[in-house]
């Protein structure tokens, strides 16, 4: 007998990275708390979904804004057609596997583990795999609804074939008719064709004159029996055994009386074997066939017994219907009854005890009758484009709404069927819709967001760093940042391009040259040349743009960690309520990690001192000539702010959080000819001393190490004296609280203090952005996008740290310039100081004790002067500026003054402090009389 079985438990892990799913009805809660977890648990990322369109807009009418808005890197796409788009497939790829599922479930709890449900599987690994003419079938179909794909959908579904070759080879192994898969098994792939419905298929395929018998499983009839009228008749059968569900199937309760005796109707609960009235639901959809020769043919798949399904003879079927035929010689058990499926002792149904106030099929199109349908909507940065079915002929809005279904925006368009714009809060638009005036004239759509979409290409070269993203996408896993550190980039790789070249595919897209003379194109066009889509996407995918995107989403709360999927796929599909699966938001102090904080701690501090010692190198020259001019040719590009996104949006997560250390104690004779030394072990190994003394020998001290670090430590004392480490056989354990970085001070030697970090590595590359020229200009629209999103990004989680630390009276200066510096090089459109305040309190994770008292000083010293300034510059005599002014130099930046001399000043700024001479001042070579300066001192 064939075992119940959950269909998810058939996808091998590691074997597939792509998948494509069909289905009618939908429940968006279920897929992406449920199934989608499963399946990028078992390594499928890149996840394509076609859906009945006028279902899917039915169930956005009543959306509670959750839908889309959890697990958005999978793609929809809406199919629209004169009847249902009713298929149930399955389709995973992989390089050199793939899964071919074709059934009767649709994409919902019970579709896939509650309902009675019949599908085919099937597997092949290479092209002389008996399965892979089927392939080549199902293929076939799939790809004749790929154009319903818009926009980045289409990049998702040329992965596929970029990452599985073998279906581009599929069409040479392509065969008509029955294909042999195994001993005494053929199968056929069908699916309704204008002017060949199923039903006409299954007539000519089938040896009509000789069927014995004929059984339907099936929850949905004709109300008047006429298909099955048709099966009785086109067939000459005497008697039709139909099994159902009176309880929540349409039976043909109008079905002609003259035609009562040649059915018999069983309860399907009393028709198979495990029935659970509590928890089954039928829902499958059989026609099995037997021959007086002792043949026996079994369709599955989608098709309700309806003509709408199925068609008929003469007409087509209205609906998109895919199913599979097996045929075989009937063994000892038919296939029914190695289904598990008998009428024997079962109830039998009376159809005049069927009430007509019918239970509505699932088959039903759509009552919503808007004027326009927006066949796609998505997000490139804040370029928002939407896919309309027809030309709008009137002026019209679009509006859109964020996840608690609140309207956000609203934008006037005039005409055409494709839409573009600019949008103010790309974060939290989640639906677009069309509106005249106050009345809404299309569908409710969900926002595909490119830069998530762009997080699930299967490529295998990019896996590694796939799965790095996922660890901290799906479960919160930072261990796994000392690894992401490693593919990082500090050196320039996308110089300019000013004669753009690139492959695409195997052909080669060239914007400069041909050999033929022609019009040259305009910014537009070569934006939307393949080879340049293609380059920009790489670019986007690079690994320090991924990681910068998953930092920056993670630090806005639009992506939150997950609980790793349970392995007991089976139980999580079956879980009761899946909604209990939205959760809160979580606060700031509340996270409890658990893996080692030190390895996090150590990964972070070293790509600080990267990216310190990466852009000093360009102002190393500057700095030892005491001379800054705007020199440098070069510009910040992608990269390398990204990276700074990278460094900045994990000082804020880790900043003011803590973690476990196992620590042991440890004796140490302190003696002052080793003092220099000693000083340094205690640096390098985080020695914790302790209160505790002994009253025996004072120059004994004590102190907690962290239990890994213990032995390494006792070598080194040994190798200084051997007198320096006191034996203890039975050293104390303990478990202490370390924070991931110091609030101490600024101290060049202090490599954990974030205000240290800050005034060195971002206070460097400040000074670089000033003396380059600026920000590179891309030649193509989406890359500019993203780079002035990392500006943004970078500026408000840099103000907000910089706010929330607590800074000495005597290092305001630095917290000061470091706050001008980001507001006039790094913020690149905010425009005046309401906004500019929005911005950052927004982006505030959480407010220390001190950010009130930064807050204040930020309004009234820093946004208030500076504009004052931006609007009236006011160049100034060397000799007339006082003493601790702010003066600027674009070369430069913002700088507190100290004095001056013929040709030279004194400044103070960070990056530079440390290279100070009188009292954190630096000299530099200054040959002008006037200097910008803010009006006053601050």
């Keep these: 007998m064939i075992l119940r079985q959950n269909i ?69 796409n809406s199919v629209y057609g004169k009847g249902i788009f009713h298929p149930k497939m399955l389709l995973l790829t992989g390089p050199k596997h793939g899964l071919l599922l074709i059934g009767s479930g649709n994409i919902s709890a019970s579709g896939m583990s509650g309902n009675d449900e019949v599908w085919g599987a099937f597997h092949m690994n290479s092209l002389e795999s008996p399965n892979a003419s089927l392939f080549a079938n199902a293929w076939a179909y799939l790809q004749s609804f790929f154009n319903n794909c818009h926009g980045f959908n289409q990049d998702k579904i040329h992965w596929i074939t970029q990452q599985s070759a073998w279906l581009n080879e599929l ?70 055994t139909c099994l159902t569900d009176s309880s929540s199937g349409l039976l043909p309760v109008k079905m002609d009386d003259s035609y009562s005796a040649n059915f018999n109707f069983f309860e399907w609960g009393t028709c198979i074997n495990g029935f659970d009235s509590h928890f089954h639901r039928l829902h499958a959809k059989i026609y099995h066939f037997i021959t007086h020769t002792g043949l026996e043919y079994l369709l599955l798949g989608s098709c309700n017994a309806t003509s709408g399904a199925l068609g008929g003879l003469d007409s087509d079927a209205s609906n998109e219907e895919a199913s599979i035929l097996l045929k075989r010689t009937v063994t000892s058990n038919d296939l029914l009854s190695e289904l598990g499926i008998s009428t024997e002792g079962a109830t039998k149904i009376n159809l005049r005890d069927i009430p007509d106030t019918a239970v509505k099929t699932d088959d039903i199109e759509s009552s919503n009758q808007h004027k326009y349908k927006i066949l796609h909507a998505e997000l490139d940065g ?83 760093i796939n799965n790095l993203v996922d660890s901290i996408m799906n479960s919160g896993d930072y261990s796994s940042i000392e690894s992401i550190i490693q593919y990082l980039e500090y050196a320039r790789n996308d110089e ?95 996270v409890q990690y658990q893996f080692d904080g030190a390895v996090i701690k150590r990964s972070l501090i070293k790509h600080a001192n990267k990216l310190y010692d990466y852009h000093y190198a360009f102002i190393k020259r500057h700095v030892k000539n005491q001379e800054f001019h705007t020199s440098d040719d070069s510009y910040i590009t992608l990269n390398e702010i990204s990276n700074f996104v990278i460094l900045i949006g994990l000082l804020t997560e880790f900043g003011f959080k803590k973690y476990d250390v196992d620590v042991t104690e440890i004796a140490i004779h302190y003696d002052d000819r080793w003092r ?56 104390g354990h303990t478990t202490l609280l370390h924070s991931y970085f110091s609030q101490a001070n600024i101290d060049k030697q202090q490599h954990d203090s974030l205000k240290s970090i800050l005034v060195d590595s971002l206070g460097v590359f400040l000074l670089h952005v000033a003396s380059c020229k600026g920000f590179k200009h891309y030649e193509f629209d989406s890359l500019n996008e993203k780079l002035i ?30 706050l001008l510096d980001l507001l006039h090089f790094v913020n690149p459109e905010l425009e005046d100081s309401e906004t500019i305040l929005t911005a950052i309190q927004e982006s505030a994770k959480f407010k220390s004790q001190y950010f009130e008292s930064n807050w204040d000083d930020y309004k009234r010293i820093i946004l208030q002067p500076y504009f004052r300034w931006k609007n009236k510059k006011s160049a100034q005599s060397v000799s007339e500026i006082s003493n601790h002014s702010i003066i600027f130099k674009s070369s430069f930046g913002f700088a507190y003054y100290r004095k001056a001399k013929p040709d030279t000043i004194w400044i103070k700024k960070p990056g530079l402090w440390w290279k100070s001479e009188v009292d954190e001042y630096f000299e530099i070579k200054f040959p002008f009389n006037k200097i910008l300066a803010l009006n006053h001192t601050i």
Excluded at 404 to 424: A, Q, V
Excluded at 544 to 558: C, E, P, R, T
């Design 8 to 76: 998810v438990d058939l996808i091998r892990k590691g074997a597939y990275s792509s998948c494509i799913i069909m289905s009618y009805s939908f429940d968006f809660i279920f897929f992406e708390e449920r199934l989608m977890p499963a399946l990028k648990s078992a390594g499928v990322k890149n996840i394509n979904l076609f859906l009945d369109g006028n279902y899917l807009d039915e169930q956005l009418e009543n959306s509670i804004g959750k839908e889309f808005s959890n697990q958005r890197t999978y793609a929809i």
């Design 171 to 240: 069409q040479g192994v392509a065969t008509e008719g029955f294909i042999q898969i195994r001993d005494n098994l053929e199968i056929q792939f069908l699916k309704n064709e204008e002017g060949s419905a199923i039903y006409k298929q299954l007539f000519d395929i089938l040896p009509t004159d000789s069927i014995n018998s004929l059984t339907i499983v099936s929850p949905f009839f004709d109300k008047n029996g006429s298909t099955l009228v048709n099966f009785l008749k086109d067939y000459n059968l005497s008697k039709i």
């Design 382 to 464: 804040s370029s928002l484009s939407m896919n309309i079915d027809r030309d709008i002929q009137t002026p019209l809005y679009v509006v859109l709404r964020d996840k608690h279904l609140y309207e956000i925006e609203r934008y006037f368009i005039e005409s055409g069927d494709r839409i573009s714009i600019k949008i103010k809060h790309p974060d939290a638009a989640l639906q677009a819709m069309l509106y005249d005036d106050n009345d809404r004239v299309s569908n409710i759509r969900p926002i595909h967001n490119t830069q998530l979409l762009s997080k699930s290409n299967p490529d295998q070269s990019q896996a590694d």
């Design 496 to 590: 300019d391009f000013q004669s753009y070249t690139a492959k695409s595919g195997s052909a080669t897209a060239t914007a400069i040259k041909s050999e033929k003379e022609y019009d040259s194109l305009t910014e537009e066009e070569l934006n939307s040349l393949p080879a340049a889509h293609t380059f920009t996407r790489e670019l986007l995918n690079h690994p320090n743009v991924q990681f910068a995107d998953l930092i920056s989403l993670l630090g806005k709360g639009i992506l939150k960690p997950k609980e790793i999927v349970d392995e007991d796929i089976e139980s999580s599909l079956t879980d009761e309520d899946p909604e209990n699966q939205y959760g809160g938001d979580q606060q700031v102090g509340e």
């Design 676 to 731: 220099s030394k000693f000083a340094k072990l205690e640096r390098a190994y985080q020695l914790i001393k302790l209160d505790r003394v002994d009253a025996d020998d004072l120059n004994i001290s004590f102190y907690h190490v962290k239990t890994d670090w213990r032995g390494e430590l006792i070598e080194e004392l040994n190798a200084i004296d051997e007198s320096l480490y006191i034996p203890n056989e039975s050293p």
């Design 789 to 818: 999103q990392f500006r943004q990004n970078l500026f408000k989680m840099g103000a907000s740290l910089i706010l929330n630390l607590n800074w000495t009276s005597k290092e305001q200066d630095q917290r000061n310039i470091l």
